[in-house]
């Protein structure tokens, strides 16, 4: 059904962040507690993937005005795996529009894993949305140009704009992906037997790993977050990227879908937007305020960096960042009022 609401004014009502100083202590204290958290495991389905330094923890904040507070590895790359789905979905939205990736895509939760087959069977050879596997091929596939090679070179130009800096692929990490996608490709070529992609899905696929091969750092995930979280403009190179209708659409998305599995305790908890990805990275979108970047390569069982998942936690109550949270504004008034009344 239309939600008819098209020609309502969408008004915002968000603040800044506290002061410089504050956040650079919360970040701090939000580091230091999760760094204690040791359990999850480094992600091996994509062989190379297991190398990562269990260890390494890099937590990072850009704000709306593009100041950065950052605080470990910071500058340790990793490929953003999952993450690209948000910023491509971003890309593929803005330029063919809010409804019709909607009708081709979808944005419900499917409940079952980032790479079920059964949830394309249930739902008719529907992708359902673009954070799953099916959905995110389906948006690359979507992604206009005359040949993968053009699509391709729009993915790795929007990301970079993003990034507010050149993203160069990680090639171990596509070729180790490249020769164990079996699922993924398997995945392609069910949607073009229902007809719901319409490019030769050998090729989509090969976008889609080169997506999620290239290599970030936990800052240029919290600059990507922070470019969706100011209405679409790069805070720190002053780029429009998308428009703020497209990042309303994207963190819609996120809050829903990004967390794989457990994305409901995810907003439950955090109450914001985000997205995981199994090389261990995590972006977080505060909008109006600041995006999040976070890098821990050990996972839970949903795919989800555990430290990542702590350190946004703690920033989202110490910052108050949480999306759904508010102060009773009659509680100000009536304490007012009774000490207006005692004299006080
Ligand atoms: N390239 C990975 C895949 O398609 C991404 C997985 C992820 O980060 O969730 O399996």
Redesign the pocket.
Known sequence: MDIDVHDVEQRVGTGPLPPGTTVDELLQLAYEHAGRHREGAVAD??PILAAADPEAFGLCVVDVDGVVHEHGDTRIRF?I???SKAFVYALVVEQLGHQRVLDVVGVNNTGLA??SVVAIELNDGHPMNPMV?AG?IATTALMPGRSSADQWSAVRNGLSRFAGRDLEIDDEVYRS?SGT?H??RAIAQLLESYGRIERDPADVVDV??RQ??LAVDARDLAVMGATLADGGVNPITGDQVVSAETCRDTLAVLASNGL?ESSGEWLFEIGLPGK????GGLVTVAPGKAGVGAYAPRLDAA?NSVRGQIATAYLSRALGLNIFASAARQSTRISATTAERSGS
């Open positions: 389905y994509i490929s795996q999952s993450i980032f790479n596997n995110a992906e996608n699922r993924n889609y790993t999620c091969a794989y995981s990805g199994v090389a795919g």
